[in-house]
């Protein structure tokens, strides 16, 4: 199995506080992503990496930026964070092209 | 675009039942075609996979077929136990395109 730690695994915040949480990576692949998963939508998809540096936006990225400054580390900050933000993020990992996901084991985030 | 379509849950079935989740899909091409559980209070890990097809994908007693003829990867098994109780979810994967996954199905499976 991948890797993958997310840290840290439970945080409360307060509405209009800075928040970053950290991916961290193992297996040196290429592609990280950053989801959110909340009642009756599944999985939605924030914000993904294909390179140092190089980041791209998914569905949901408002309100949220992303860095990745070395292969092994994704990191999903809110740069105030709302209650609407309150979820569960997963991090994930892959090689692209048609391979498996490989996902942490989320960060439980509560916004009050 | 790309879609995934899962059975509404959850799904309730008691111990050794026959457990069949449906998932059909829309893409272009031929997408890879996959499985993921989640047990509770992990990430989702890959359950099976199928990349062509006509292709079986198999796995701790789950079974799912790559039918392009009717875009469908119904994820079947044919004895449930407590333990697989968990959220499934189906997922395409086309080329590098990001990949779609289903809203999920809740399982629980009672003794």
């Not at chain 1, 998914?58 to 900050?77: A, H, I, P, W």
């Not at chain 1, 048609?98 to 960060?107: K, L, M, V």
Request: charged content about 20%.
């Amino acid at each position: 199995d991948a890797g993958i730690t997310q840290s840290p695994r439970h945080k409360v915040t307060e509405t209009g506080t800075p928040v970053t949480l950290r991916c961290h990576q193992t297996e040196n692949h290429r592609y990280m992503y950053w989801y959110r998963q909340d009642p009756g939508h599944g999985l939605r998809l924030i914000h993904y990496s294909y390179g140092v540096k190089d980041t791209d936006k998914g569905e949901v990225s408002d309100g949220y930026s992303v860095s990745r400054s070395k292969t092994e580390d994704f990191l999903l900050t809110l740069e105030s964070a709302t209650s609407s933000q309150t979820s569960v993020y997963f991090c994930a990992t892959d090689q692209g092209r048609e391979e498996t996901q490989y996902f942490g084991p989320g960060t439980r985030l509560l916004v009050l | 675009g790309n879609s995934v379509t899962q059975m509404e849950g959850p799904v309730t079935l008691s111990e050794e039942a026959f457990l069949t989740i449906n998932c059909t899909y829309t893409a272009t091409g031929y997408p890879s075609l996959f499985w993921y559980v989640q047990y509770p209070g992990e990430g989702l890990q890959l359950l099976l996979k199928a990349t062509k097809a006509d292709d079986k994908g198999s796995n701790k007693g789950f079974e799912a077929t790559y039918r392009k003829e009717t875009t469908s990867f119904h994820l079947e098994k044919g004895s449930v136990q407590v333990s697989d109780s968990a959220v499934y979810f189906c997922a395409l994967s086309r080329g590098y395109q990001k990949v779609t996954f289903g809203t999920g199905t809740k399982l629980q499976v009672i003794p």
